[in-house]
């Protein structure tokens, strides 16, 4: 696959030039986020450090990302065929290995830049951040089947944020499981789908369920 991948972006590379103009990049927050070191990683060191710095790592890689990368690649990592569609690249060494090499060089073909170098500009952290986010991305399709009850969640949580009567934790259960059964495209064992997203904005002692309804709202209105 990553030879296929590898192949893809060949392709696409071609319809890439001048692309990104002289759009100069956004800088990336990272404070929060823990050091990496000075040498350059060939492995996601944000996969596996807990879900803490994981989830930070998705929220700061989400930003990052549609800030630096949308523009070509696609907004929420969906490609509509300038760039290759970074959701299918594995959530494995040899996917890390092939992803940071395009963010630290760029790409350029013929003298033309396709896609410029952010590793010197945003850094490594930003790097895997952005990694982090991408490899979380839902499958094509992941929510179809439960795209209409989806959307009666999110109206009944729409009627709990005005003080109607709601279950939140049947329906917190429910978000969950949904949430478990959305594959993603890099293989990566959690997506960070809208049904996840809802589920944590209600876990907890001030669960925020217009904020959940929104995250709803947004994401089926995206996955269409």
């Known amino acids: 696959m990553r030879r296929a991948f590898a192949g893809l972006f060949l392709i696409a590379g071609a319809s890439l030039a001048h692309a990104h103009g002289d759009v100069a990049p956004q800088p990336v927050n990272t404070d929060v986020l823990p050091e990496v070191g000075e040498e350059?990683?060939?492995?996601?060191?944000?996969?596996?450090?807990?879900?803490?710095?994981?989830?930070?790592?998705?929220?700061?890689?989400?930003?990052?990302?549609?800030?630096?990368?949308?523009?070509?690649?696609?907004l929420g990592v969906v490609s509509g065929g300038l760039a290759p569609d970074l959701r299918y690249l594995e959530a494995e060494e040899y996917g890390d290995e092939w992803y940071v090499e395009r963010f630290?060089?760029?790409?350029?073909?013929?003298?033309?830049?396709?896609?410029?170098?952010?590793?010197?500009?945003?850094g490594q952290k930003a790097a895997w951040a952005i990694r982090t986010y991408i490899e979380t991305r839902p499958d094509d399709g992941a929510l179809d089947d439960h795209t209409p009850r989806l959307k009666e969640i999110r109206d009944t949580l729409?009627?709990?944020?005005?003080?109607?009567?709601?279950?939140?934790?049947?329906?917190l259960a429910e978000l969950t499981a949904i949430a478990a059964e959305v594959e993603t495209g890099s293989?990566?064992?959690?997506?960070?789908?809208?049904?996840?997203?809802?589920?944590?904005?209600?876990?907890?002692?001030?669960?925020?369920?217009?904020g959940a309804a929104e995250a709803l709202t947004i994401g089926l209105s995206a996955a269409q």
Not at 49 to 74: F, K, L, P
Not at 104 to 122: C, D, H
Request: hydrophobic share 35%; net charge negative.
């Open 158 to 171: 729409n009627g709990m944020a005005d003080g109607g009567d709601g279950d939140r934790a049947a329906l």
């Open 40 to 74: 350059w990683l060939i492995e996601n060191p944000y996969r596996d450090q807990g879900e803490e710095v994981w989830q930070a790592a998705i929220e700061i890689g989400d930003s990052g990302y549609n800030q630096n990368c949308a523009r070509c690649h696609g």
């Open 104 to 122: 630290r060089e760029g790409y350029t073909q013929n003298g033309i830049t396709k896609m410029p170098a952010f590793g010197e500009l945003l």
């Open 187 to 210: 293989g990566a064992p959690v997506a960070d789908s809208v049904a996840f997203r809802a589920a944590g904005l209600i876990d907890s002692d001030s669960p925020d369920y217009a």
